[in-house]
């Protein structure tokens, strides 16, 4: 069986984005606590996504872009310009700041934004590690290919792949590309999963799924692809315990995130020595109260 979730458009620095996670029925899903899907979007020139300096704690954030470019700015002095099927990873642990903007060069003319971001919270006893980066390149990711469906893992581990990305719980994102008349199986089937439709239509049993649906699985439930599909399955072993999310902080602990919202006003995060002229101020109403 399959369970229809629905996402919801947010703001993101000017840029309308589907808001996947966090859900009003599912706050979790295995340890990701946040899912933004940007775009797709075809922008004009001299219009982009420009998201100004700003501040983590509690957990990683994995961008995986799916067409355009993003430049990657952090405290740590990385400057990395991540392209589609790369995996940008920062553990933002104890505290990090960071800024994502197009290219000069890309957004100078038209152009599309198209790609994922998600939130993996950090397990309770790794919440105050150390900040760190972490870049993979596509051609360093795990990849299987068998009876018409190719499966390239981003993060975690499925399928007896692993990746390179550095993850601190048991998780799995895919990216799956399948021709008509393939089966889909889900991975893990302890774990939970979550099926994000990007385009193509599937079937389960009786049920027909199209581009854009989001579906909660079960542990039995597979899909026949019945057109040429691509979709993302991510999940990971369920969590007892759901933390606190407000704004860009996680933790598992209300008054740590009292305590990261006045460090950010007062400045007291590191900055970013290559953006340090712009920052995003702390808003009035957080995260936790925008849920879908």
């Known amino acids: 069986m399959a369970t229809l979730l629905s996402s919801k458009v947010r703001d993101l620095d000017g840029l309308p984005v589907n808001r996947i996670l966090p859900h009003i029925k599912k706050r979790m899903i295995g340890p990701f606590i946040f899912l933004d899907h940007m775009g797709p979007m075809d922008l004009a020139p001299n219009k982009g996504l420009d998201v100004k300096p700003h501040p983590h704690i509690g957990l990683s954030t994995l961008t995986y872009l799916l067409e355009g470019k993003l430049l990657h700015q952090d405290s740590l002095e990385n400057i990395v310009e991540i ?89 799995f994102f895919l ?55 691509r979709c993302l399955l991510l999940g990971g072993e369920a969590w007892e315990k759901t933390p606190f999310i407000e704004w860009n902080f996680v933790s598992f602990h209300k008054e740590r995130i009292e305590q990261a919202k006045q460090d950010w006003r007062e400045r007291r995060f590191p900055e970013i020595p290559s953006d340090a002229e712009e920052f995003t101020p702390l808003p009035n109403r957080g995260l936790s109260d925008n849920a879908n």
Request: aromatic share 6%; proline share 6%; net charge negative.
């Open 83 to 171: 392209v589609p099927g790369d995996v940008n990873l920062m553990t933002a642990g104890k505290g990090i700041v960071h800024s994502e903007r197009e290219p000069v060069e890309t957004r100078s003319k038209q152009h599309r934004v198209n790609g994922i971001q998600c939130w993996i919270a950090l397990p309770e006893n790794k919440a105050e590690i150390e900040p760190s980066f972490q870049h993979v390149a596509q051609t360093d990711l795990p990849k299987h290919e068998v009876d018409g469906v190719c499966i390239t893992l981003v993060a975690g581990s499925a399928f007896g792949l692993h990746s390179p990305a550095n993850t601190f719980s048991p998780l």
């Open 175 to 229: 990216d799956v590309d399948a021709k008509a008349g393939s089966a889909i199986q889900r991975p893990e089937p302890e774990f939970e999963c979550m099926l994000y439709l990007l385009h193509g239509k599937i079937k389960s049993g009786q049920e027909t799924f199209e581009s854009g649906q989001i579906l909660l699985l079960d542990k039995e439930t597979s899909f026949q692809a019945s057109t040429d599909v």
